[in-house]
């Protein structure tokens, strides 16, 4: 079955001496895994840059329902990534994407609203010319509604817990379950009114920040076993003041 598809590539690992294996998002069948042939060639390092991390592409897709891995060919860019290769702190958060994704994506099934989210993230961050400081803060919190797990923030009161496992805020914590206390709880209403647009006049420091970062992760932890422990948050607890 040959198709042709837009994808998002989420990484790429290394198979055997000849082929890479990319991992790419797509629009139309969700989570696919692609053979890609390595060289040293000039063409070679063309090709190998359009498989770079969150890099935009359309192709056609051979796949074939008794393998789990397709081959692809007449593949180009539909959008030049150039800041966010280039400039350290996108570049950063661009892994910490790719990373998060990597490990909270695997459906094989079309989720045209996910995919355009993350696509119009990927453009903003490459257009974005103010601070990006809170991009991925702005991107995790809003990614859990459309993967199911966003807070109810309408439980919300002053002075109370958040439970983890249930999402939702309660007067005291939960025998047996995670829960965040007043002090850190209180930032989730406020998280929910940051946007892409208005994330620059969110003011927090270094710790708040890496604090906000560490909840949420615990939380997608609880609600998506195979996220696991992720490298690229301490890149980015580093760089941001």
Known sequence: ???KL??????VIKYNEKHNIARIYTDKMGMLSFLVRQGTTHAARMRNAMFM???LIEFVARL???RDI??????RRTSMLQSIYSDPMKNAISMFLSELLSHTIHEQEQNMV????IKSCILRLEQERGSVANFHICFLYRLGQFIGIQPDIDSYHEGYWFNMNEGIFTQSPYPGMK???PAQAQVLPLLSRMTFDNMHHFKFNRDQRNEMLESILTYYRIHHS???TLRSPEVLKQLFV
């Open 64 to 66: 074939q329902p008794s």
């Open 6 to 11: 837009e994808g998002i590539v989420i990484n």
């Open 179 to 181: 829960s965040l206390p």
């Open 114 to 117: 996910l995919y355009s989210y």
């Open 226 to 228: 195979t996220l696991g």
């Open 70 to 75: 397709g081959t692809l060919h007449d593949v």
């Open 1 to 3: 079955m040959q198709e």
């Open 53 to 55: 991390p969150l890099s």
